[in-house]
């Protein structure tokens, strides 16, 4: 039953950042899916607070050099079952597959060709998700919908 709950939590989210709050005409889906993302972002913050300076840096899409938020990505990826937390593999087969929108997939198959390589066998679970973003935007700032640090 779990699996199944934090499967439609890691769909809702993905496509909410993917597509913005105008992924579904039901009634109360865009209270629902921004109750989703609050609760993964809030589930992650309190590991890993980040101060103000941090998140505006992060919306904007530089990737702050600081331990508690690449350690709050991290936890974003290992929320979402994306990233094995003893071997620091990034998932990215799953991560495409909760991804609807065709062209994004297409960047993150591009993003992890040219990335995983550089990062792979390092032990460090944070350092790895730091590194595949960082280098992620490099390859395409269009990933960017995909790391959220706030609402």
């Not at 103000?52 to 998140?55: A, E, M």
């Not at 679970?125 to 390859?139: I, P, Q, W």
């Given at each position: 039953m779990e699996a199944i709950y934090k499967i439609n939590i890691v769909v809702v989210f993905m496509s909410m950042l993917l597509h913005g709050t105008q992924i579904s005409a039901r009634p109360n889906s865009d209270e629902n899916i921004a109750a989703m993302k609050k609760a993964l972002i809030d589930t992650c913050m309190a590991k890993y607070p980040l101060t103000?300076?941090?998140?505006d840096s992060a919306k904007k899409g530089l990737m702050p050099d600081d331990r508690?938020?690449?350690?709050?990505l991290m936890?974003?990826?290992?929320e979402m079952s994306l990233i094995d937390s003893e071997t620091a593999d990034i998932d990215?087969?799953?991560m495409?597959?909760?991804i609807p929108d065709e062209d994004m997939k297409a960047v993150i198959k591009k993003a992890a060709d040219h990335c995983l390589p550089n990062i792979a066998g390092k032990p460090d679970?944070?350092?790895?998700?730091?590194?595949?973003?960082?280098?992620?935007?490099?390859?395409d700032e269009k990933i960017m919908k995909i790391f959220s640090c706030g609402n």
């Open positions: 103000p300076d941090i998140i508690n938020f690449k350690c709050f936890c974003n990826f290992d990215v087969d799953t495409v597959s909760l679970t944070c350092e790895v998700s730091y590194n595949f973003a960082v280098c992620a935007l490099k390859v």
